[in-house]
C-alpha cells in the first residue's frame, strides 16, 4: 500500500543520502532504487530497493509505494523513465532534463537557442571530421566525449593535429570546444518547481584539483552584476528550456562575459554549502520542488567554503578541529579510494579568506 509523501530515488549515491536525511527533516519517507547493496544512501533511507534500474519488477514496487520519484544522477536511461510513467509512476521532472544535459551538443546547443552564451564548439565523430573542426574554431581546445564523464574524465586538451592523432578514437560521438581563457569558474544552483516558483542558490566560485571540484568558495568573488546576471541566465535556462526540478549550472568567467559550461539535472557538488550556510539546503528545495510545495526565499546566513574529502584524505579526517562554524559531512562509503569523494567540510565565518586558509591548511 502506498505510504503517504514518499520519495522515491533513482540512485543511491550521496545525493540520495543528503536527499533522504532532508526528507526525514521535513516528515517525508523515502525509498532509494540502487544495484549496490551497500550505497551509501541506504543510512538515509526508510528503505532500499536493491536492483538494477531496468529491472521492471523493482522499478512497478518504486512505482506503487512512491507518491513521487525524482533521480540523483543524470546518466539514468530515458527509457526507465518512460517505463515509470507508463506503470502509474509519478515522476514530475520527466526525461527532457536527461535528454538535454546526457549529451554535450544537444546540451550546448539548446542554451545558444535560447540566447545563453557558450564557447564555439563542433560535433566530431572521429579523427578526420576533428581536424576539419580544429581548424574551423582553432586551437587551443578540449575533446570531450559527447555523454559519460565525469570529474575530467573522457577529456583531452587539444593544442594542434599532432594532439588529435595521440586519441584513442572509440566509436562513440565527440564535441570538440573551443577553450575558454576564463578567470573563473562559477556554479549556480536552481530549481524550478512543478508549480512553476523558480529558486536560485547563491553563486559559488568553484576551485578544482586534478580536474576534480576542490572547494567552492561562496559567495563567489565576482562583481554583484555579474552575480545577479548568473542568477538570471540560470533562471532563463530552466525556464526557457523548461525543465523542473533541480539543475546544478557551471559557468566560465572571462572578464565581464559569462560562458555556459555544463549542467546537472540533480544537487550539485558545489552547492554541498547550502547544509550548513543557508536556511534551507538544495536537497530542502528540491523535495519541496517536486512534491509540489510553494518554493521559500533562500538566504545565505554565513560566507562559507566548502572542501571536498577525497579517498587519499583518510588521515587527515581525524585531525579535523570541529566546532559551530566547521561542519564535517561523511557519506559512508565502504572503500576510501584516489579521487573518491567520500564527504565534505562547510567551513563557515565572517571573514571569507580566513575560511579559504582554513580550507587549504586541510
Given amino acids: 500500500m502506498k505510504k503517504s509523501r514518499t520519495v522515491g530515488i533513482l540512485g543511491g549515491g550521496q545525493l540520495a543520502k543528503m536527499l533522504c536525511d532532508s526528507g526525514k527533516k521535513m516528515g517525508y519517507e523515502t525509498v532509494i532504487l540502487d544495484p549496490s547493496s ?33 533521480y540523483e544522477f543524470e546518466n539514468v536511461p530515458s527509457e526507465v ?19 538535454l544535459s546526457q549529451h554535450r551538443v544537444r546540451e550546448k546547443s539548446a542554451v545558444n537557442e535560447i540566447g545563453v552564451r557558450t564557447a564555439d564548439f ?28 565525469y570529474d575530467g574524465k573522457g577529456q583531452w586538451k587539444i593544442q594542434n593535429e599532432e594532439d588529435l592523432n595521440s586519441v584513442d578514437w572509440k566509436n562513440v560521438e565527440y564535441i570538440l570546444e573551443k577553450m575558454v581563457n576564463f578567470q573563473k569558474e562559477v556554479s549556480c544552483l536552481v530549481v524550478r518547481g512543478i508549480t512553476g516558483d523558480v529558486v536560485t542558490f547563491p553563486v559559488g566560485e568553484n576551485i578544482h584539483k586534478n ?15 555579474l ?32 560562458y555556459f559550461n555544463e549542467m546537472a539535472p540533480r544537487p550539485h557538488n558545489s552547492a554541498h ?5 543557508c536556511n534551507y539546503s538544495q536537497f530542502d528545495i528540491h523535495l519541496l520542488g517536486v512534491l509540489g510545495e510553494k518554493l521559500p526565499e533562500v538566504k545565505l546566513l554565513t560566507p562559507v567554503v566548502m572542501l571536498n574529502i577525497m579517498g587519499e584524505d583518510r588521515e587527515k579526517v581525524d585531525k579535523i578541529v570541529l566546532d559551530e562554524n566547521t561542519k564535517l559531512h561523511i557519506y559512508g562509503k565502504t572503500e576510501w579510494k584516489q579521487d573518491r569523494k567520500m564527504g565534505h567540510i562547510n ?10 586558509e582554513k580550507a587549504n591548511s586541510f
Avoid at 533511507?45 to 538494477?52: F, K, M, P, Q, Y
Avoid at 552575480?227 to 540560470?234: P, V
Avoid at 557551471?250 to 565581464?256: A, K, L, R, T
Fill in 38 to 70: 551497500d550505497s551509501c544512501g541506504r543510512f538515509g533511507a526508510d528503505e532500499h530497493i536493491i536492483a538494477e534500474y531496468n529491472d521492471e519488477i523493482a522499478l512497478k514496487k518504486l512505482c506503487e509505494e512512491a507518491d513521487v520519484i525524482t
Fill in 81 to 99: 523513465i518512460n517505463f515509470l510513467k507508463r506503470n502509474g509512476g509519478n515522476v514530475p521532472q520527466g526525461e527532457r532534463p536527461l535528454y
Fill in 122 to 149: 563542433v560535433a566530431v565523430k572521429n579523427l578526420e571530421t576533428a581536424k576539419e573542426a580544429l581548424t574551423k574554431i582553432g586551437g587551443p581546445c578540449i575533446l570531450k566525449t559527447c555523454s559519460g564523464g
Fill in 211 to 225: 580536474g576534480i571540484l576542490n572547494k567552492t568558495i561562496v559567495p563567489a568573488r565576482i562583481s554583484e552584476n
Fill in 227 to 258: 552575480q545577479k546576471e548568473i542568477e538570471e541566465l540560470s533562471k532563463r535556462i530552466v525556464e526557457k528550456l523548461e525543465i523542473y526540478g533541480p539543475l546544478g549550472i557551471e559557468y566560465f568567467i572571462e572578464g565581464d562575459e559569462v
Fill in 273 to 277: 554549502y547550502t547544509l550548513d550556510a
Fill in 347 to 356: 567551513y563557515c565565518g565572517e571573514n571569507i579568506d580566513k575560511l579559504i
